[in-house]
C-alpha cells in the first residue's frame, strides 16, 4: 500500500489545527459576547420594578390603613379626654395641666421614629407591630383603672403611644417600596385610616361612657385596636426583604445636609405647632359658647369624617401637581381657617362649619408629608428621613397644646385661635420657600 506524502500529511494536519483553532476563537468571542449582552442583576428600587398594584400591594395598604387607624386614628380623638378629664377625673386640674396628657401622647409617638425606622430596616415590621400592640393596648388597660394625674400620664401619655410609634412608622415604611407613581395616592388611603379612626372612636366614646362607663370604655377601644392590629399583622410586609446595618449616629444627622429637607424640617414644625390646637379644645370651646353635650361630642367625628377626604383628594392630586404645591396651598387654607373662621366662631352652625372645613384642610398634612421626603429622597431612604422628620416637630406636638392651655383666657378662646392660625401660616410660607428651593426657584414647576 502506498502513503501519501509527509508534505502533504503536514499540510492537512496543519488545515485540521487552523480549523480547530477557529472554532475555538469563535466560541470564546460568542462568550465574550454573551457575557457583554447578558443583562445584569435587577435593581428592585428601579421605576419598572415598583408593581403599583396587585393582591400583595393591595393587602400591604389594608394593613397599613389599619395601623394609622389604630394610631393616628386614637391621636386624632385627644380632644375627646381633654373635655372628659376636665369635667370628671381631673377636674381639679387646668386646661393647660390636662393638655399635658395629649402633647406627651403626640411627643412619645413621634420622637422616637428614627430609632424605630432602623429596627424597622434591620428586623421588618413584624417584631415592631408586635411590640406596638402591647405597649398601645396595655396603655389602653392600664389607663382605664386610672385615677390620679401621673398615672394618666404614665399610662395614656407615654406607655399607650410608644406603641403608637412603632405602629405609624410600620405603615409609613412598608408603602413606599409597592407604590411609585401612586404612591400619593396610597398615602392618601392610608392616612384616611386616621380620619375613620378619629370618628370612630369619639363616637364610641360619646355613646359607651354614659352606658357602661369609662374604664369599660377604654377595654372596648383596646380590644377593637387589638383586632385591627391582627389584620396588619397578617397583611404589612414590605415587597424586600430588611437589609440590616450597622447601627451608626451619623445616619441620622446626615439628612440635614440637604437643604431642602432641612426647610422642610422648618416648615413641618412651625405647621405642626398649631395642628393639633383646634382639635384638641373644639369641644371645650364649643361647650363654652353654648353647644350641648350631646351635640358638641360629634364634633371631633364630623372633623375626623372630612379629613378622609382632605387626606385622599390631595394625596391623589399630589401625583399630578406635586405634593410641595399641595401642601403649600392646603397650609395656607387651615391657617386662615382658623383665624377666619374659627376666631369669630359662636354659634353651633360656625362650630360645625369650621369643624368640617378644619378637619379636610389639615388632613392633607399627613398623607402629603411623606410624599414631600419621597420626592427629594432615594427610596432607601425614605424610612429614616420620614422619622427623623416627625421625630423633629414631635417637640411642636409637645408644647403646642399646652401654650394654647395656658393662653384660654376664663371663657374666651381668642388668643388660642390667634397663636394657632399665625404659627400655621408661618409654617405655610415656609412650605412656599421650601417648594422653591426644591424646584430651583422655578415658578411654573410641578413639585
Same mark, same amino acid.
Given at each position: ?11 492537512? /494536519? ?7 483553532? /477557529? ?66 377625673? $381631673? ?28 429596627? !424597622? /430596616? ?15 393596648? !396595655? ?35 412598608? $408603602? ?272
Amino acid at each position: 500500500m502506498s502513503h501519501p506524502p509527509s508534505s502533504t500529511v503536514s499540510a492537512t /494536519d496543519a488545515s485540521i489545527r487552523k480549523k480547530e483553532s /477557529d472554532i475555538e476563537q469563535k466560541a470564546a468571542d460568542k462568550d465574550v459576547s454573551d457575557s457583554q449582552t447578558a443583562p445584569g442583576p435587577i435593581n428592585p428600587w428601579h421605576p419598572s420594578q415598583f408593581p403599583d398594584g396587585g393582591k400583595d400591594a393591595y393587602l400591604c395598604l389594608l394593613g397599613a390603613f389599619c395601623c394609622l387607624f389604630c394610631s393616628f386614628g386614637w391621636l386624632n380623638c385627644v380632644g375627646v379626654f381633654q373635655n372628659y378629664y376636665e369635667t370628671h377625673q $381631673l377636674r381639679d386640674k387646668s386646661s393647660s395641666q390636662i393638655a399635658w396628657i395629649s402633647s406627651l401622647q403626640i411627643f412619645v409617638m413621634f420622637f422616637p421614629g428614627p430609632i424605630v425606622g432602623f429596627f !424597622f /430596616d434591620n428586623y421588618g415590621p413584624k417584631y415592631l407591630l408586635a411590640v406596638g400592640a402591647f405597649f398601645h393596648v !396595655f396603655g389602653l388597660m392600664m389607663a382605664s383603672l386610672c385615677t390620679e394625674y401621673y398615672q394618666f400620664i404614665l399610662a395614656q401619655g407615654i406607655c399607650s403611644p410608644l406603641g403608637l410609634n412603632c405602629i405609624f412608622n410600620v405603615a409609613l415604611g412598608s $408603602l413606599p417600596s409597592w407604590f411609585l407613581k401612586k404612591r400619593g395616592l396610597a398615602y392618601g388611603v392610608t392616612a384616611a385610616g386616621s380620619g375613620l379612626g378619629g370618628i370612630v372612636f369619639p363616637i364610641m366614646a360619646s355613646r359607651l361612657i354614659p352606658r357602661i362607663g369609662y374604664g369599660w370604655t377604654m377595654r372596648t377601644f383596646a380590644f377593637v385596636i387589638l383586632g385591627l392590629l391582627f389584620i396588619a399583622f397578617a397583611t404589612v410586609r414590605p415587597r424586600l426583604p430588611p437589609k440590616p446595618r450597622e447601627f451608626k449616629l451619623h445616619v441620622f444627622v446626615d439628612p440635614f445636609k440637604d437643604l431642602r429637607f432641612t426647610m422642610m424640617v422648618i416648615s413641618s414644625f412651625l405647621f405642626f405647632l398649631g395642628l393639633f390646637i383646634p382639635i384638641n379644645f373644639i369641644e371645650v370651646e364649643a361647650m363654652v359658647n353654648g353647644m350641648s353635650v350631646r351635640l358638641s361630642s360629634y364634633l371631633l367625628a364630623m372633623l375626623n369624617a372630612a379629613s378622609i377626604f382632605g387626606r385622599i383628594i390631595p394625596g391623589a392630586l399630589s401625583d399630578k401637581f406635586g405634593p410641595y404645591n399641595l401642601q403649600a396651598v392646603m397650609a395656607f387654607f387651615t391657617g386662615i381657617l382658623c383665624l377666619a373662621l374659627g376666631l369669630p366662631a359662636s354659634g353651633n352652625a360656625a362650630f360645625i362649619v369650621f369643624a368640617i372645613l378644619y378637619g379636610f384642610a389639615s388632613g392633607a398634612f399627613v398623607s402629603l408629608a411623606p410624599a414631600q421626603v419621597a420626592k427629594i429622597s432615594n427610596v432607601q431612604e425614605i424610612g429614616l428621613r420620614t422619622g427623623v422628620l416627625f421625630s423633629c416637630v414631635s417637640f411642636a406636638g409637645l408644647v403646642g397644646n399646652p401654650i394654647a392651655g395656658a393662653l384660654v383666657d376664663g371663657t374666651r378662646f381668642d388668643k388660642v385661635n390667634i397663636f394657632a392660625g399665625v404659627v400655621m401660616i408661618a409654617g405655610a410660607v415656609m412650605f412656599v420657600l421650601t417648594r422653591m428651593v426644591v424646584t430651583g426657584w422655578k415658578v411654573m414647576q410641578i413639585a
